[in-house]
């Protein structure tokens, strides 16, 4: 017999019900924005996987849409097996977002995370590099152009539910420091595609410029 011992697990239960079919929407509507569709049992696969954490679940979309490029459309459950290494405390997107909430300790201990599992470091730079200049962009919006809030997350298409966070963290970042991050990152391009330095060294100084509290 399956029914509800009270009237409030009964309450829960529709509630949790409920919250999972607006996460499968999510998740569809992720991948529509990115001309990508996914099954059912992608969409339950990156749940199971993620819970119902919106940031995580955005990241792994973001993740597998640029790892199996523009050209294809459906994603599969064999893609997200070749990208599943990553946990969810510690991937390359949670980098950005640490960088973007200028936590330093955080930010370092992603950084570390990626590079003890084998991350390329190119693809970490691109991240870091990816990051800024979306600050960037916010910043010249909002200050040269007289753009709202509204209209820069239209434009760099940041989505609704994190959209208070983005511009909550963009206050804590100097436009000037942000400009010199760019120098950073391209000595750290430098290093990385030449071997002229210690490229690990490299984006640690990029991490920490950027991330430093007097900035």
């Excluded at 749940?47 to 792994?60: F, K, Q």
């Excluded at 730079?125 to 509204?150: D, F, G, Y």
Aim: charged share 30%.
């Amino acid at each position: 017999m399956n029914k509800c011992i009270s009237s409030k697990e009964c309450v829960s239960v529709e509630c949790r019900k409920q919250y999972e079919s607006e996460v499968k929407d999510f998740i569809k509507n992720e991948f529509a924005q990115k001309s990508k569709t996914a099954s059912q049992d992608v969409v339950a696969r990156i749940i199971d996987e993620n819970g119902t954490d919106l940031l995580n679940i955005a990241n792994e979309i973001e993740k597998v849409s640029l790892f199996v490029g523009e050209n294809k459309k459906n994603i599969t459950q064999e893609d997200l097996e070749k990208i599943s290494g990553y946990t969810k405390e510690a991937n390359i997107y949670s980098l950005s977002s640490d960088i973007e909430a200028k936590d330093l300790k955080k930010a370092m201990f992603v950084l570390e995370k990626l590079l003890n599992e084998g991350e390329e470091t190119v693809m970490i730079l691109s991240a870091i590099s990816s990051a800024v200049r979306k600050m960037l962009n916010a910043k010249s919006m909002i200050e040269e152009q007289n753009m709202s809030a509204s209209e820069v997350a239209s434009s760099l298409r940041i989505h609704s539910f994190f959209a208070r966070a983005f511009f909550t963290n963009l206050q804590k970042h100097k436009t000037k420091t942000l400009k010199e991050s760019l120098k950073t990152i391209l000595n750290a391009d430098m290093a990385i595609k030449t071997g002229s330095g210690d490229a690990i060294s490299a984006l640690e100084k990029a991490v920490l410029f950027i991330c430093k509290t007097n900035a």
